[in-house]
Structure formats: structure tokens, C-alpha cells
């Protein structure tokens, strides 16, 4: 299927309506709608959908660099190649086939100019009622050992970023990329938000739940083979700054990410790396308790 871009992409769907759509171009979720049709995951309303901008919103993927923290792109190339459908998906786990796709990034020629190493990127992408898993491996495919840093952003939709909780990263360490990336430690009980905020936390644990009261509703990301996490709103002077983000976006968006930065994750030939992650909604009530 084609989006009005002419950017080809995949629509998956599941038994109580909730959908997912995925642009082969970057491997990017650029839309969750639960059963509600509601918008889960943030699309500025200046994004970009031509290559070779990566397109700010959804789920795009970091890789093989997270921001600058190397010699590459920022961000690295992943998120502005074109994937293809995965030809021969290996049997990860029993899958629910129509809500699930298996994409595939091999390193080019043009790639391998400014990343000399050759690697193979699966993505799996799937939706089940209120829940998105994706599964990437890297596979080393060279004849000797490379490293990576990489991240899953996750874009989400909030209704006020004022309102915003972030629970599960009190007490741990984080790199402050607005002070040299300094290394600190959280003291807060939650993350709330009145200012810029552009951190990586480090040794995280699986759970992390985003609670935007307005909406009653709270986000739990759990992840596994990403030790990091990220954390990252722009406010108001930076989002005027990004030319593919709305002046005001900063107000409505909050990314939350998976990440293995601080120690990258090296391959020998032939080996695999696989992370995974899982965002899913719940009620706010549902947290009030706990
Ligand atoms: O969160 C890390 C970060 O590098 C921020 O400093 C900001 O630059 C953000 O990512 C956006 O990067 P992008 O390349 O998507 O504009």
C-alpha cells in the first residue's frame, strides 16, 4: 500500500481494531491507533516524509549510532534507507501472522562507504490488543567484530507535557546532553517536565511507565538487551529551531526511548544481537494504586 507520499507501507491490524502502520522507508511505525482510533504515538506537524530527511515521529530506529555519540550521522543511516520486507522471517516466536511484519536492512555499497561494516537489521512489528512489540537483531555478517549503539524512539502522544510523569528511572544515573553530558543522579521520585529535557539514563530497569493524567492514560514501555534509556523533550526554543517540528509540538510530544548507548554492543562475525521492546496503554487508574 502506498501513502499519499508514494511512501510504501504496511498496515497491520488486529481483532479489536486497533492498527499500526509502517513505512518501509526508515522501518518506521509512523502510526498506532488503539481500538478507539485514537492516535497513540506523536507526528509533528511539520514532519518531513521525503528522503533523505528522517521523518520526526512515530518509532523511528537509531542506528548503527545513537545521536552524536560517534563519527556518523546523527542518529545513524537506518532511519533514512529504504527496508524491505523480510523474504524469509526465522520463526522468532508463534506469531498471530496478519498483525505482524518482518523487515529487513542490509548494509549497501553507499553504507558501507561510511559504516565499512556488513551487517543484516531485522525488525519485527507486532500488534496485539493495546500492546506493540518490536523485536530488532543485528546480525554480523563480516569477518570481524564490529560495534553499535542504538536506540528505539519512541515518540509518544501526550496531552499536555506539563502534566507528564515519567516513573521508573528515580534514583539512577543519567549523561545530561544539555551539560556536556555530565553525568548526574536522578533525585527525583518521577521525571515531570518545565524545561528542556535531553537525557540518557543508564542501567535502567525493563519497566517505565509514562503517566499523562489528562488523558487517564499511561504508557509502559518494557524492553530487554537495552540497558539505556533516553529521555528527550525539546521545549520551546529548540522546537523553534527544528524546522520539522510545530513551534508548539513540544507541548504534545515526549520521547521515551530504548537505548544501548553508554556500552556498545559489539558482535563477532555471525553473531546476533536481539533487543525487544513492548509499549503498551493502560487507564491511569490502573497505576493510582500501585
Ligand atoms: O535525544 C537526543 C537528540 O540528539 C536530541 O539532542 C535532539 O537532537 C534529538 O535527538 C533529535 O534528533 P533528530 O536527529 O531526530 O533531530
Redesign the pocket.
Known amino acids: 500500500v502506498h501513502d499519499s507520499d508514494g511512501l510504501p507501507r504496511i498496515i497491520l491490524v488486529e481483532p479489536r481494531g486497533s492498527t499500526v502502520e509502517v513505512l518501509l522507508y526508515g522501518g518506521q511505525v509512523i502510526s498506532w491507533k488503539n481500538e478507539r482510533r485514537e492516535e497513540l504515538l506523536f507526528m509533528s506537524s511539520k514532519a518531513v516524509r521525503k528522503p533523505p530527511k ?1 521523518i ?1 515521529g512515530g518509532l ?1 530506529i537509531c542506528f548503527p549510532q ?3 555519540f560517534g563519527s556518523l550521522e ?2 545513524g543511516f537506518a532511519r533514512n534507507r529504504l527496508w524491505e520486507l523480510d523474504p524469509n522471517p526465522s520463526p522468532l516466536s508463534p506469531i498471530n501472522n496478519q498483525s505482524s511484519v518482518d523487515l529487513i536492512l542490509k548494509s549497501t555499497e553507499e553504507d558501507l562507504k561510511t559504516w565499512p561494516r556488513n551487517f543484516e537489521l531485522r525488525l519485527r512489528i507486532s500488534l496485539s490488543a493495546c500492546k506493540l512489540t518490536l523485536i530488532p537483531r543485528v546480525r554480523n555478517m563480516d569477518n570481524k567484530a564490529f560495534s553499535f549503539t542504538f536506540a528505539m ?1 519512541n515518540y509518544l502522544s501526550v496531552s499536555d507535557i506539563s502534566e507528564v510523569r515519567v516513573e521508573g528511572l528515580e534514583t539512577l544515573d543519567y549523561f545530561d ?1 544539555l551539560m556536556e553530558r555530565e553525568r548526574f543522579t536522578e533525585q527525583a521520585d518521577a521525571i515531570t517536565f518545565d524545561g528542556e529535557v ?1 537525557r540518557v539514563y543508564l542501567s535502567t530497569p525493563t519497566k517505565i511507565a509514562i503517566i499523562d493524567h489528562e488523558k487517564k492514560r499511561t504508557f509502559v514501555l518494557r524492553k530487554e538487551g537495552f540497558p539505556d534509556a ?1 529521555v ?1 523533550n ?1 521545549w520551546d526554543k ?1 522546537a523553534k529551531a ?1 524546522p ?1 517540528l510545530g513551534d508548539e509540538d513540544y507541548k504534545t510530544m515526549l ?1 521515551v ?1 530504548s537505548a544501548a548507548i553508554e556500552s556498545p554492543i559489539v558482535l563477532k562475525p555471525c553473531e546476533e544481537w536481539k533487543g525487544r521492546q513492548e509499549l503498551s496503554t493502560v487507564s491511569s487508574s490502573y497505576f493510582s494504586g500501585q
Open positions: 528522517a520526526r523511528p545513537f545521536g552524536n546523527q542518529h524512539r546532553s535531553d533516553v528527550w525539546p529548540k527544528l520539522d520521547c526511548d
